[in-house]
């Protein structure tokens, strides 16, 4: 099975700092990478596919890279509504759709 | 409008066996190209793939839960239901439905999960 990890898995930052986040996969996955965020107590929401392309919706300070096993996601200029946790999700051909540790960004 | 909503107990003791039922709205699981999946959480931990069942009754399982799992359909009720078996204390989390994105073009590619539920918190204890 894919395994994913997330580095870091802790980032602090402050309100219009850039922030990038990575995603390593353990093979392969092409480009079939999702990005979560997650706030607490909330379900998660699907913020990038297909490891570039922006849900509807979803702010364009926020992109994704990469394509084989090492993907990153960026944030532009960090408001305060994007403190949250951050989950890569792997969907390479048939499951399991396996999901990274997770990147929790606070506020400096 | 896509919508789910997860229903089940919130408390079951351990070696029971658990029944979730996920109810949605906005899309039929009788089309082509759509699927559902179960995700859960425990308290404080990363996110947990768990099962998948397509428009065409396809399913996955995660394969480290496989045997206690099932997951089916109800495409007149709008429902899919997971029952996971022998629960146990570590299988306490939260436990979320999810519309799966899929595109097609003659083959279907799994993009993420668009829509969740809210979560319902499952609790395993005697």
């Known amino acids: 099975d894919i395994q994913l990890t997330q580095s870091p898995s802790f980032v602090s930052a402050s309100v219009g700092d850039r922030v990038t986040i990575t995603c390593r996969a353990t093979?392969?996955?092409?480009?079939?990478l999702a990005w979560y965020q997650q706030k607490p107590g909330k379900a998660p929401k699907l913020l990038i596919y297909?490891?570039?392309t922006l849900q509807s919706g979803v702010p364009s300070r926020f992109s994704g890279s990469g394509s084989g096993t090492e993907f990153t996601l960026t944030i532009s200029s960090l408001r305060p509504e994007d403190f949250a946790t951050y989950y890569c999700?792997?969907?390479?051909?048939?499951?399991?759709?396996?999901f990274g540790q997770g990147t929790k960004l606070e506020i400096k | 409008q896509i919508t789910l909503k997860e229903s089940g107990p919130t408390l079951v003791k351990p070696t029971q066996t658990l029944t979730l039922t996920c109810t949605f709205s906005?899309?039929?699981?009788?089309?082509?190209?759509?699927?559902v999946g179960w995700i859960r959480q425990p308290p404080g931990k990363a996110l947990e793939w768990l099962a998948l069942?397509?428009?065409?009754?396809?399913?996955r399982y995660s394969p480290s839960l496989k045997s206690r799992l099932t997951i089916t359909k109800d495409t007149s009720k709008n429902q899919v239901v997971l029952t996971m078996t022998n629960m146990d204390p570590v299988d306490t989390a939260t436990y979320y439905c999810?519309?799966?994105?899929?595109?097609?073009?003659?083959?279907?590619?799994?993009?993420?999960?668009?829509?969740w539920g809210q979560g319902t918190l499952v609790t395993v204890s005697s």
């Open positions: 999810a519309h799966l994105l899929v595109y097609c073009s003659g083959d279907c590619y799994s993009l993420g999960f668009d829509y």
């Open positions: 906005g899309f039929s699981l009788d089309t082509s190209g759509v699927g």
């Open positions: 069942i397509y428009w065409d009754d396809d399913t």
């Open positions: 093979q392969g996955i092409s480009s079939y």
């Open positions: 297909a490891a570039s």
């Open positions: 999700q792997q969907l390479e051909s048939d499951p399991p759709y396996s």
